[in-house]
């Protein structure tokens, strides 16, 4: 790599109050999607275990 190559690293600016509330209130709702998201899925899995519990049950009885 040669000199020219390289390029530093620009220092960020510090957000405004408004736009840190906007930045916070996104971080916010992409926690909640994922919450719901993980939540969902969740009850899934236990609805499908409840299930093949139900079936072994029902066939260890026959």
């Known amino acids: 790599m040669r000199i020219h190559e390289i390029t530093t ?26 919450a719901l998201t993980a939540e969902r899925f969740k009850q899934k899995q236990a609805k499908a275990v409840a299930g093949v519990q139900k079936a072994q049950q029902a066939l260890a009885k026959c």
């Open 9 to 34: 690293i620009k220092p960020n600016k510090p957000l405004t109050p408004s736009a840190a509330r906007i930045n916070a209130l996104k971080q916010t709702k992409d926690r909640a999607a994922d």
